[in-house]
T-cell receptor, first 112, second 115 residues
Framework: SAVISQKPSRDICQRGTSLTIQCQVD?????MFWYRQQPGQSLTLIAT?????????ESGFVIDKFPISRPNLTFSTLTVSNMSPEDSSIYLC?????????FGSGTRLTVV | QQQVKQSPQSLIVQKGGISIINCAYE??????FPWYQQFPGKGPALLIA???DVSEKKEGRFTISFNKSAKQFSLHIMDSQPGDSATYFC??????????????WGLGTSLGVNP
């Protein structure tokens, strides 16, 4: 299956700042997904990103807060903007391959 | 509204025993049902998946049983090992829905296997 490299693996950020998370896939994927996961909980979809088009955001998530780029079929970024402590979470990217969805290892974000 | 209901929330079994996790779904458009395994500090990893044209799929010690009429599917882990201790998620999606192939997730089951 495709391998997704996600970075940074963790970061501690000051409130009011922004963090950009990068995901690089070792093969082309049609769709990429960005999730948020609180420790011990399920995954919450933030948005779906297709190459060359605007990302589609789920209810409760907006582009100004979580801008996403998808410049090609192997790369995507998620920015968490104007962070507050409530944004502390694990952020995961996922790529959709024909045989299933594969995930990066996640970015553990702590906002102080 | 939880479209994929997973149970139990947590499960403890003895080494060598059978672990069973159940999921139920509501949307009849779902046609792809994967199970994911997640270890602490890691992203979910695809374990096994099934489509509704078969009632069972087995890969090693892991088996999915699927009941289309009841809209239920379950994961069976045979000969459970301490290394199987992880969180397991079921999910579902309309696989052929074009750009709407997002996964709908269960809430997860924390499995502990006692040595």
């Amino acid at each position: 299956s495709a391998v997704i490299s996600q970075k940074p693996s963790r970061d501690i950020c000051q409130r009011g700042t922004s963090l950009t998370i990068q995901c690089q896939v070792d093969s082309q994927v049609t769709m990429m997904f960005w999730y948020r996961q609180q420790p011990g909980q399920s995954l919450t979809l933030i948005a779906t990103a297709n190459q060359g088009s605007e990302a589609t955001y789920e209810s409760g998530f907006v582009i100004d807060k979580f801008p996403i780029s998808r410049p090609n079929l192997t790369f995507s970024t998620l920015t968490v903007s104007n962070m507050s402590p409530e944004d502390s979470s694990i952020y995961l990217c996922s790529g959709d391959r024909i045989y299933g969805y594969t995930f990066g290892s996640g970015t553990r974000l702590t906002v102080v | 509204q939880q479209q994929v209901k997973q149970s139990p929330q947590s499960l403890i079994v003895q080494k060598g025993g059978i672990s069973i996790i159940n999921c139920a779904y509501e949307n009849t458009a779902f046609d792809y049902f994967p199970w994911y395994q997640q270890f602490p500090g890691k992203g979910p990893a695809l374990l096994i998946a099934i489509r509704p044209d078969v009632s069972e799929k087995k890969e090693g010690r892991f088996t999915i049983s699927f009941n289309k009429s009841a809209k239920q599917f379950s994961l069976h882990i045979m000969d459970s090992q301490p290394g199987d201790s992880a969180t397991y998620f079921c999910a579902a999606s309309p696989r052929n829905a074009g750009n709407n192939r997002k996964l709908i997730w269960g809430l997860g089951t924390s499995l502990g296997v006692n040595p």
